[in-house]
């Protein structure tokens, strides 16, 4: 296993790991609590924390992440036969696919329903209700990819030597 490959699968690593942590939390207690408080104050947060995510912080960690972790599967199908490639190739896609990919198509969809209604509007209340069923399913699924990517990622790290 070489430096980049090494250095790579770390990065991704890290980054799997405090995306699987924000994830977690989504789904553990933040979207219960918003469930609790009255439905137009549980839309309301959450449209605004769909506005605030947008940041140069998460976005660099979430995008950056399916960049390395792009360039980590690369590198394991060069480095078949390693043996680190499996779990490095295993890690990789669990977050490309698992993360990335169900983020957009499926949770960003379902944001920008969201963020169509208004918060007041008593209609709005059946939008709510599913976003919060399927948004929270969808992120778990999320969590347990990106979780997974590192885990895969670690075990890796560790084959490899």
């Not at 137009?40 to 998460?58: D, K, R």
């Not at 169509?116 to 948004?135: C, F, G, I, K, Q």
């Amino acid at each position: 296993m070489n430096f980049v490959t090494t250095a790579s699968a770390a990065l991704a690593l890290l980054g799997s790991a405090l995306i699987a942590g924000v994830f977690f939390a989504f789904s553990s207690f933040i979207m219960k609590a918003l469930a609790r408080v009255p439905s137009h104050e549980g839309i309301a947060s959450m449209q605004s924390i769909n506005v605030v995510v947008l940041n140069p912080s998460f976005l660099g960690v979430f995008m950056g992440t399916t960049a390395i972790s792009v360039l980590v599967a690369v590198l394991a199908v060069k480095g078949w036969g390693t043996p680190s490639a499996p779990y490095f190739l295993a890690g990789a896609l669990l977050y490309v696919i698992g993360t990335f990919l169900v983020t957009g198509l499926g949770n960003v969809p379902l944001n920008d329903q969201l963020a169509a209604v208004s918060a007041t509007d008593p209609a709005a209340v059946a939008v709510w209700e599913h976003y919060l069923e399927r948004w929270t399913l969808l992120n778990t699924i999320r969590t347990i990819a990106a979780a997974g990517a590192a885990l895969a990622l670690t075990y890796g790290l560790i084959k490899g030597g």
